[in-house]
C-alpha cells in the first residue's frame, strides 16, 4: 500500500492565483481530512469528509474548497490564493469507526508571493 | 479554537532522562491520541487511549486519561536522542462522524 500520498510536494504560487493541491489513499478509509500546518500553531482541520460525496468545514475553511467524489481522493482547491495560506498542507486518512489512528500523508508546502 | 492544549511548548532534557508533556481539551472526547513528527516530516500514531481507560503503556511510552480534569499526560521514559521530535495530542470528540482536532505540541529536545 501506498498509504496517502499528496502532490505536490512543493509549490509557489503569486497571490490571486488559483490550484488544487492532490491527496489520494489506497486504504478504503473513509474518513479524510486537510490540516494545515502553521509555525507555533499546530495542526488546524480546513476541511473533512466522512465518505463519499459529504464533506464538512473544520476550524479555518475559508478561501478553501473540497470535494469527494471518490472514496480514494480528496482533492483541496485554493480559490484564490493569498500569502496568508502560505503555509504546510497535510492530508490524512482513517477507518470509518472513530476510534482508530489517522494516517498523514508527506505534506505540501506551500509559499504565496 | 483548537481542542487540545499541550504543556510544555518545548522540553529539553538529557539522554536517559524521562520527558512528561500534558495535554489539555475542552469538550467529552471518545478518545484521545498522541502523534510523533519529526521536523519536515508527517505526523505518525504513538499511542490511543479511550476514554473508559486510565493508563496505556505501548514500550517506554506511557499516557494517562482524566476525564474529569479533561486532561492527559505523555511520558517517554528513559529519552533517546532520536525521540527529538514535536509531539501532538488529537481528541476525537463524542459524537460520530467527526475528525480529529490537534493541539499546538510541544517540542522535545533530547541532547547526548
Known amino acids: 500500500n501506498a498509504g496517502v500520498t499528496q502532490t505536490p510536494k512543493f509549490q509557489v504560487l503569486k497571490t490571486g492565483q488559483s490550484m488544487t493541491l492532490q491527496c489520494a489513499q489506497d486504504m478504503n478509509h473513509e474518513y479524510m481530512s486537510w490540516y494545515r500546518q502553521d509555525p507555533g500553531m499546530g495542526l488546524r482541520l480546513i476541511h473533512y469528509s466522512v465518505g463519499a460525496g459529504i464533506t464538512d468545514q473544520g476550524e479555518v475553511p475559508n478561501g478553501y474548497n473540497v470535494s469527494r467524489s471518490t472514496t480514494e481522493d480528496f482533492p483541496l482547491r485554493l480559490l484564490s490564493a493569498a500569502p496568508s495560506q502560505t503555509s504546510v498542507y497535510f492530508c490524512a486518512s482513517r477507518d470509518r469507526a472513530t476510534y482508530n489512528e489517522q494516517f498523514f500523508g508527506p505534506g505540501t508546502r506551500l509559499t504565496v508571493l | 479554537s483548537q481542542q487540545g492544549e499541550e504543556d510544555p511548548q518545548a522540553l529539553s532534557i538529557q539522554e536517559g532522562e524521562n520527558a512528561t508533556m500534558n495535554c489539555s481539551y475542552k469538550t467529552s472526547i471518545n478518545n484521545l491520541q498522541w502523534y510523533r513528527q519529526n521536523s519536515g516530516r508527517g505526523l505518525v500514531h504513538l499511542i490511543l487511549?479511550?476514554?473508559?481507560?486510565r493508563e496505556k503503556h505501548s514500550g517506554r511510552l506511557r499516557v494517562t486519561l482524566d476525564t474529569s480534569k479533561k486532561s492527559s499526560s505523555l511520558l517517554i521514559t528513559a529519552s533517546r536522542a532520536a525521540d527529538t521530535a514535536s509531539y501532538f495530542c488529537a481528541t476525537d470528540k463524542e459524537e460520530a462522524g467527526t475528525a480529529l482536532i490537534f493541539g499546538k505540541g510541544t517540542t522535545l529536545s533530547v541532547s547526548s
Open positions: 487511549i479511550r476514554s473508559n481507560e
